[in-house]
């Protein structure tokens, strides 16, 4: 039997969930990660998508659109901008986080044009997957 | 002498205005639970992104954005005033724009700019006077029925603007801090650059991408929260100062009452002895 791990998940607004986790899967910036009990330490950005962590042999699923995460071996802390559990999701909000990714596309130019349209790309991928 | 008419719409006028000022003291007290209630639903995050921020800074040694370091200067400074809204709130503005101003009238003294962003019409009010030259901009909050985190990244957006652009070197907000519903301490807090406390912790972090990208995401959201975590605590203060100041009014209104009534019977009184008098002094005259 695996150990767990304390996963806390953080909005500005609000504490969403707080438990122990045997599993935390984190859209990282760079790609998705399962963290683990013992998880060697990391800090990394999130992208749009879902976090899902492993409680008690039930999957919680959370919808986050940006912001970071803090894993230590002792468990990982997800730091949401906006976060909302995935039954609560309607696809206005996915749909006005959208726009508002592609106006800041259309008003970038050089440098920061690939995060933008990557932003809008990771926003339309997790629209797919709900 | 005022005659028994005048008395009498004056003690209507003050028993209205009771009852105004109690019925605005039960909706403070209802609106301060709700208040207490977001700032504390808001402190876990803070704490966490203290937390790693902590960790972060603590590995950064020498160098370092901007926004950790400053720009090497002290020479302009940015004051962010936060009022209230609304007045009625006893001494709740005066106090955050005395603590401004006092910091401003250093600045001036000292030879360096200083440029004020208000948020909250009642501050900019007091503050307009003296220190109206120095207005950068100002954030109307009126329509905001419930602060949200949006909010406070509006705010941060536009002094982290400002900040790229060269305006100012060191950035400081004003608020009062909630302690209870009769104390409300006015803070300040400076937040560009950022004042963090290394952490004593020695994990060393794998950063996904790079540090550097971390960070340079981090600040910015930093300042947010702080601005989110004043805005909050501000909200509450301002209820809480707005109950007391409302429950001092209600007491007042009735010792008011109180003498006006004593005063009323008495000239009533008086009016009767007179007629007394005139009716007897008139039969006595017969």
């Not at chain 2, 060269?166 to 801090?177: L, P, R, S």
Request: aromatic letters at 4%.
């Amino acid at each position: 039997m695996p150990g767990t791990m304390q996963f806390d998940l953080v909005s500005p607004e609000r504490s969403l969930a707080s438990g122990q986790a045997s599993s935390v899967l984190i859209p990282g910036a760079d790609g998705d990660m399962v963290a683990m009990p013992d998880h060697a330490p990391v800090v990394t950005g999130l992208r749009p998508g879902i976090v899902a962590a492993e409680i008690d042999g039930g999957m919680l699923e959370f919808v986050v659109t940006g912001g970071f995460a803090q894993i230590t071996t002792e468990g990982a802390t997800v730091l949401a901008d906006e976060a909302l559990p995935k039954a609560e999701i309607t696809s206005g909000f996915l749909d006005e986080r959208i726009a508002a990714a592609k106006e800041g596309q259309e008003a970038s130019t050089g440098a920061t044009a690939d995060e933008t349209a990557k932003r809008v790309a990771d926003l339309e991928t997790l629209k797919g997957m709900l | 002498m005022p005659s028994l008419k005048d008395l009498k719409t004056r003690i209507d006028s003050v028993k209205s205005t009771r009852k105004i000022t109690q019925a605005m003291q039960m909706v403070a007290a209802a609106k301060l639970r709700r208040a207490e209630e977001a700032a504390s639903a808001a402190r876990p995050y803070a704490e966490r992104f203290e937390a790693v921020l902590a960790g972060l800074a603590a590995g950064i040694g020498e160098g370092g954005p901007k926004l950790l370091k400053g720009t090497g200067s002290d020479q302009t400074w940015l004051l962010v005033v936060m009022t209230s809204e609304r007045g009625l709130c006893g001494g709740f503005n005066s106090s955050i724009v005395r603590l401004a101003k006092a910091q401003a009238k250093k600045l001036v003294d000292d030879g360096k700019t200083a440029k004020i962003l208000t948020v909250g019409k009642k501050g900019r009010e007091q503050l307009r006077r003296e220190y109206g030259d120095h207005f950068v901009g100002h954030v109307d909050l009126t329509e905001v029925k419930r602060v949200g985190y949006a909010n406070a990244q509006d705010i941060a957006s536009d002094v982290l603007g400002r900040f790229d652009a060269g305006e100012f070197d060191v950035a400081m907000i004003y608020f009062n801090k909630f302690e209870s519903v009769i104390s409300q301490v006015p803070q300040e807090l400076q937040i560009i650059p950022a004042r963090i406390e290394a952490s004593e912790d020695a994990t060393v972090f794998d950063y996904e991408p790079g540090d550097d990208e971390i960070l340079a995401e981090l600040l910015p959201r930093g300042v947010a929260t702080q601005i989110f975590a004043a805005l909050l605590e501000n909200g509450a203060s301002e209820q809480g100062a707005r109950m007391s100041a409302m429950d001092n009014a209600t007491r007042n209104a009735g010792e008011m009452i109180d003498k006006l009534t004593i005063q009323f019977n008495r000239t009533r009184q008086a009016v009767i002895t007179n007629e007394l008098i005139e009716i007897i002094s008139g039969a006595e005259a017969l």
